[in-house]
């Protein structure tokens, strides 16, 4: 594959990391980021990739400004993780409905920023319907320290990335309480199963959460404290309030907002999702971290 021009829109640690892996595989890159000097239609006009690194909020008014600057064929790859609040949609789903003769890929998968920065081996999943323009992007970003698999149910590699962030604060609460391995282990099994719950109901299939961007994504932010899902999840286990413990973050931690959508849609579609019920009422600080233990534990006995 020949060197492409390629804008990645968004410079925070995501974007910067993306754009280390695209640069030494030789590929010309333009940056925006909202912050800078350049307008957003100049960055983009003539590119043959556009990689979106952005946070949920911004995804909707980055759409709506390239509406008239993309040009069909152009490959779109997106590398956010959320659900639109308005809209209950998926970043793909956005941006597949404002470039419906564009190829939209996902990029998603147990991928801590600043591991890859480091050079630190990792791998990712790639995944669109049209496995032309997956390829494409894995080429574009392979390397002996970053594997690219390709995928063809986007929509799980997405839901995969993203729901799993709900469960990194459930995760870093459990640590940030020292409930020790077991209930750990225990809240990560679970918790995966409520995630293949949600991603079925929506249509994605089971095995995709098997894979990096579910089991994969969910073990590396669940396990980790550069996850700043994972810290907000600590943070509120350590008594503070949900607002100091996001002052504190470098950056946007998705789950947040994540979980006030997926209750929303879970109480519509009478979707069973306990950890995240919990995890709800702890964000809202209608219980602490001690009660919200509690509650999944003291729950009726079930068949697993």
Not at 141 to 150: G, K, N
Not at 239 to 251: C, D, F, H, I, Y
Request: glycine share 10%.
């Amino acid at each position: 594959m020949g060197s492409n021009t390629i804008a990645i829109i968004g410079t925070g640690a995501w974007g910067t990391a993306l754009a280390s892996l695209a640069s030494r595989n030789g590929h010309d890159l333009r940056f925006w980021s909202r912050r800078g000097s350049q307008s957003l239609e100049d960055v983009v006009q003539g590119t043959q990739m556009v990689v979106s690194a952005i946070s949920m909020s911004g995804v909707q008014s980055v759409v709506t400004q390239l509406q008239q600057v993309v040009t069909p064929g152009t490959i779109i790859v997106t590398a956010t993780k959320g659900l639109d609040p308005a809209t209950s949609l998926t970043p793909s789903q956005i941006w597949q409905a404002a470039f419906p003769n564009n190829p939209v890929v996902v990029l998603s998968g147990p991928n801590l920023s600043k591991e890859i920065q480091q050079g630190l081996p990792a791998a990712t999943v790639v995944a669109c319907q049209d496995m032309t323009a997956a390829e494409a992007v894995q080429a574009v970003f392979s390397s002996p320290q970053f594997r690219v698999y390709t995928n063809a149910d986007p929509l799980g590699v997405e839901l995969g990335g993203t729901l799993k962030n709900v469960m990194a604060i459930a995760s870093g609460t459990c640590d940030g309480l020292q409930l020790g391995t077991n209930a750990k282990a225990a809240l990560l099994t679970r918790g995966l199963a409520e995630i293949i719950r949600i991603g079925t109901w929506w249509g994605a299939k089971t095995e995709t959460f098997y894979g990096l961007s579910g089991l994969g994504d969910l073990l590396a932010t669940c396990n980790s404290s550069l996850s700043r899902n994972y810290q907000v999840g600590y943070g509120l286990a350590q008594g503070k309030t949900l607002s100091a413990v996001l002052a504190q973050l470098e950056g946007t931690a998705e789950g947040v907002n994540t979980t006030q959508v997926l209750m929303r849609l879970a109480q519509q579609q009478k979707i069973e999702v306990p950890i995240s019920v919990e995890v709800d009422r702890l964000l809202k600080g209608e219980i602490t971290a001690v009660a919200a233990v509690e509650a999944l534990m003291l729950r009726n006995a079930r068949p697993e």
